[in-house]
C-alpha cells in the first residue's frame, strides 16, 4: 500500500510534468524587441523570437542551402560573385521573417519583409535573432577570436 506521503509526491510531479508538457508543445521561446529604420526612413519595432534548430535547417533546406553552404566564409565582398550568394540572402530573409512574432496569419514573408528593411537592417536583425536562439557569438567574441585584421 501507497503511503500518504508516496501519493502527494506523486500528484505534485504530474502537476510538474503536466506543466512542463505544455511549455514544450505551446513553446517558451525567448523574445526580443528590435529597433529597425525602413526604406522609407520610418522607425520601427521588430518583435522577434528565437528559433530551434530544425527551423534553421528547415529555412536551408527551403533556400537550397547545405549546413556546409553556411559556415564557408565567402572570399569574395560581392555577394553575387557567391554561386550560393543569392541562396544565403534568400536564407537570412527567411530567418528573419521566421522569427517575427506576430498575430496568427499576419505573418510577412521574406520578399514582403524585403520590400520594407533595407538589407543591413535584415542582417543586424538576423545575427541578434541567431544569437538569442544560442546560435551565433556575439560580435565581440567573434572578433576576439580572430584577432586583429592583418595590415
Avoid: C, W
Amino acid at each position: 500500500m501507497v503511503s500518504e506521503e508516496r501519493k502527494q509526491e506523486i500528484l505534485e510531479n504530474r502537476r510538474k510534468f503536466q506543466r512542463l508538457n505544455r511549455e514544450i508543445v505551446e513553446g517558451k521561446r525567448k523574445k526580443e524587441s528590435i529597433p529597425v529604420t525602413g526604406r522609407d526612413g520610418s522607425k520601427y519595432e521588430l518583435e522577434v523570437h528565437a528559433l530551434s534548430e530544425l527551423a534553421i535547417a528547415r529555412a536551408a533546406q527551403k533556400t537550397g542551402l547545405s549546413l556546409a553552404d553556411l559556415i564557408k566564409r565567402p572570399t569574395s565582398t560581392d555577394v553575387t560573385a557567391d554561386e550560393k550568394g543569392l541562396a544565403k540572402l534568400h536564407f537570412l530573409d527567411e530567418i528573419v521573417a521566421e522569427s517575427l512574432v506576430g498575430a496568427e496569419n499576419e505573418q510577412l514573408s521574406a520578399d514582403e519583409l524585403a520590400e520594407i528593411l533595407p538589407g543591413m537592417e535584415r542582417a543586424r536583425v538576423f545575427r541578434r535573432v541567431l544569437e538569442i536562439s544560442g546560435l551565433g557569438a556575439p560580435a565581440a567574441d567573434v572578433e576576439k577570436f580572430h584577432g586583429e585584421p592583418p595590415k
